[in-house]
């Protein structure tokens, strides 16, 4: 049998070298090993009393590190105890875990009380996905790795939670000891949760399925661990650890010269070899490629090994590099005002950009109107039939690939006297602005940036909603204003990301950066294809409805609280848009609807329908 690690760390838990000092004791609060199971009863190594128990067909099996439960149907799970977590703010909980196939709402593990008070981890497509939800108000709070798993190998997945005095809370993920993902939006605890009742590994408070694989050495902390913490709890060796931490290339933002990566790392053999997520950027011996007028940002990934006799030790750690332009890049890279000079009306109305030239196009019935009469504002009417939506066209998706700071600004107004004022709450989609690599996000999970109206939120995911819950700023649901002229801007610095509604910051989360985020999952782009207002990038949610939009602006720079009133002018732009539409001497929504009954007719009239035709002449 192979030597448990847990036994290792208990002889010397205490490893002191010159960069490090790990203690994996220390508010151990459960720790099933499954190295001691009598029968059904599973012991807590962690000498709390916290013992399982095997339900179903359960069985014990040869694991990473000893001992594993082998859990491949849905009736098979281990019953932990009530209460476990009831005492648990700042947290760790970290598993090996081996599963023949990815079941994507199945559970590593689920403590709660039902299907509203629950927090639990489950595979997804190989990304795993930790949630916290204390209550239904409250809602899920979630985090997704943004490294995936391989099915049929044991990996090390571990989640930490560390909240503030004010019970802010910044939770990490890690896989194989590595960091794979972190939010600074956590607000529930597992104590939040109360006593749970319902506590179980491999098995979910739903009617989902199993996790069909093995799990070892199953551990829950009271503290968050921390990255040394982890890569000791995989097994790596101090020499290894050493070189991980001391390991940098420099400054990688807004670099102009060729990075000297490093071949070897450290005094104790430590090798190093690099690859680029996007050679056109950067080359993987650290070369850099300019573009003429926009950053241009990919990841290298380091890969360190550590070989003593026949054994190997391998880690990664990444870095997110930004390329600096050949030339200046513009602060302002568009901007739609929508201005009758910019304007032509063709078989389709489009609009020219203010700043770069780029040519919009009003697509299904959507056009260009004005509204008021002292002052007047073209806006984008987007009327009650679905499938209307602006196309921003494929050249300014280059622009997107090239933001790191940045920020996005649109003043909209949503009508709420149709009807579709709950739906506005309650219907995903409907996205306000979209810059996607695909039209079906669902099914191509190849990243995308978008504002969603119904929980309120800016999403820059390099999939899809698989990674959207470490991958938004929002405030949750019910929240996105409506009924009159209301402004929506997300602003980002330095990976962190703030939005304001109407000039007012509501939400802030630390976000990846579209340059990196977008390319993950896509090779041979220089940018988005589908960049929108008023249509979602996932091919079954609804378009936007009974909309005005004014005023889409894009930033390569992150605008501050006080920008918004001295760059945007915020609250003079939404009093003036609000008066413009109740002085506005026509029905906006008739005209829209008009519209629309016109261009019906000319179709009957251009394919010679009859039914159409005497509904016409009628």
């Known amino acids: 049998m192979k030597k448990k690690l847990y036994a290792f760390l208990l002889a010397a838990f205490f490893v002191t070298t010159s960069v490090f000092a790990v203690d994996l004791t220390s508010g151990l609060k459960l720790h099933y090993t499954f190295d001691d199971v009598d029968g059904t009863a599973v012991t807590d190594a962690s000498g709390n009393g916290y013992s399982a128990t095997l339900m179903g067909a359960a069985t014990i099996l040869e694991g990473k590190t000893g001992n594993a439960v082998n ?217 850099i490629h300019q573009l003429d007028r926009f950053r241009a940002a990919a990841t290298l990934t380091a890969t360190l090994t550590y ?60 056009d260009i109107v004005p509204i008021g009469t002292d002052e007047v504002f073209n806006v984008v009417s987007i009327g009650s039939e679905s499938g209307q939506y602006v196309d921003l066209g494929q050249d300014i998706g280059q622009a997107i690939y090239g933001l790191t700071d940045y920020t996005v600004s649109l003043f909209f107004r949503k009508d709420t006297t149709d009807g579709s004022a709950a739906s506005w709450y309650s219907e995903y989609g409907k996205h306000l602005y979209a810059f996607s690599n695909t039209n079906d996000m669902e099914a191509q999970k190849v990243g995308g940036m978008y504002f969603e109206p119904r929980r309120a939120r800016h999403v820059c995911t390099p999939d899809n909603y698989g990674s959207e819950g470490t991958a938004n700023v929002g405030v949750g649901e019910k929240v996105t204003p409506q009924g009159s002229w209301h402004s929506v801007v997300y602003s980002q610095t330095s990976g962190v990301g703030i939005l304001y509604f109407d000039g007012i910051q509501v939400a802030t989360a630390a976000m990846p950066n579209p340059g990196v985020a977008l390319k993950k999952n896509v090779t041979g782009r220089t940018g988005t294809n589908f960049n929108y207002l008023g249509r979602p990038t996932y091919k079954n949610d609804p378009y936007l409805k009974n909309a005005l939009l004014y005023g889409f602006e894009l930033y390569s720079v992150g605008l501050t609280a006080d920008d918004l009133e001295d760059v945007l002018g915020i609250q003079a732009k939404i009093a003036s848009l609000d008066l413009a539409y109740e002085n506005t001497n026509y029905d906006v929504k008739a005209y829209m609807a008009l519209m629309g009954l016109l261009g019906k007719a000319e179709t009957a009239v251009a394919v010679g329908y009859e039914p159409g035709l005497g509904a016409l002449n009628a």
């Open 307 to 366: 070989v003593v006799g026949t054994d190997t030790s391998t880690v990664v750690k990444m870095f997110d590099v930004v390329v600096y332009p050949k030339n200046a890049p513009l602060e302002i890279i568009a901007t739609w005002n929508f201005l009758d000079e910019n304007i032509k009306r063709d078989s389709l109305t489009t609009v020219v950009d203010e700043t770069s030239g780029y040519i919009a196009t009003c697509m299904g019935g959507a």
């Open 71 to 287: 859990l491949t149907n849905v009736e098979d799970y281990v019953l932990m105890p009530e209460g476990v977590l009831a005492d648990v703010t700042n947290f760790t909980i970290a598993c090996w875990i081996n599963v023949n196939d990815f079941q994507y709402w199945g559970r590593v593990f689920d403590f709660g009380s039902g299907q509203e008070i629950n927090t639990f981890m489950a595979p997804l497509d190989g990304h795993f996905k930790f949630v916290i939800k204390k209550d239904a108000t409250v809602g899920e709070q979630a985090l997704t790795a943004t490294v995936k798993a391989v099915a049929g190998e044991w990996t090390h997945l571990a989640v930490t939670g560390e909240y503030n005095e004010n019970g802010e809370g910044t939770v990490k993920f890690y896989v194989n000891g590595a960091l794979a993902g972190t939010s600074t939006t956590f607000t529930s605890t597992p104590a939040s949760m109360g006593v749970t009742t319902q506590n179980y590994l491999g098995k979910s408070q739903y009617p989902d399925p199993t996790i069909n694989g093995k799990i070892d050495d199953f551990r829950v902390y009271t503290r968050a661990l921390t990255q040394e913490d982890m890569m000791v709890m995989n097994g790596y060796p101090v020499e290894l650890i050493n070189a991980y931490n001391t390991l940098s290339i420099g400054n990688t933002v807004d670099i102009t010269a060729n990075l000297t990566l490093p071949a070897t790392q450290g005094t104790d053999g430590v090798t190093v070899t690099w690859k680029s997520s996007d050679t056109l950027v950067v080359e993987n011996d650290g070369t």
